[in-house]
């Protein structure tokens, strides 16, 4: 079973998550980790639960996703992963947080490319990979049957999606996205988003006033 630990962090009030399961492996999605305090919160996590960080798993690499990656790199020697279309985001991250009035180091690139289709491993666990662009055009959504959850970073949010007027960005792709691709998993299946609350598949189906 994968246990989420959610961290809500940086100016923008983004959602990292650490995924892990009963082997003690666990995947860092999406760190935005920005302030030293966010940085012990995780270092105390890891070590109170006697984890071992295996890799950085971003469903899409805008700055505000990113911002802890060179941390978790440098202090658990992992790799990072992410969609080959995206690369071009981490190469303007410094001048895009600049434009939110955020100061960032720079980042290196992917260490290796998702792709729809492929899994994600750690432990006993592992996560399906479903390409949703149009609010980045690298985005990927990660699906867990077993434990009925999505990590849908800025794809979709309780009663609302992502923007869609970003480098990359496209409304009709994204909606179609959503409605082709992810409203097709199960209703009970939870939402994990990039920013705010977790909501359900179903309730944004029936609910939300972008895809009703």
Do not use: W
Not at 28 to 41: M, Q, S, T, V
Request: charged share 20%; net charge negative.
């Amino acid at each position: 079973m994968i246990t989420v630990e959610k961290f809500m962090v940086n100016p923008l009030g983004e959602n990292s998550y650490i995924l892990s399961d009963e082997s003690g492996e666990c995947i860092f999605i999406d760190p935005g980790f920005y302030y030293e305090e966010e940085y012990n919160e995780v270092r105390t996590y890891i070590a109170e639960n006697k984890l071992k960080p295996v890799k950085i798993t971003n469903t899409h690499c805008h700055f505000d996703h990113i911002m802890g990656v060179e941390f978790i790199r440098k202090e658990y020697n992992v790799p990072f992963y992410g969609h080959a279309e995206d690369a071009f985001l981490i190469e303007r991250s410094m001048s895009q947080a600049q434009m939110f009035g955020m100061e960032m180091g720079t980042v290196g690139p992917l260490d290796h490319f998702l792709n729809e289709g492929e899994t994600i491993r750690f432990g006993n666990s592992e996560l399906e990979i479903i390409h949703v662009p149009g609010h980045s055009p690298g985005h990927l959504v990660f699906y867990s049957p077993n434990d009925k959850f999505i990590i849908a970073g800025d794809v979709l949010f309780y009663g609302s999606i992502g923007r869609t007027d970003l480098p990359g960005g496209d409304y009709n792709t994204l909606i179609s996205g959503i409605k082709n691709k992810l409203f097709q998993l199960p209703d009970d299946t939870k939402v994990y988003s990039g920013h705010g609350p977790e909501t359900t598949l179903g309730f944004e189906k029936s609910s939300n006033p972008f895809l009703t």
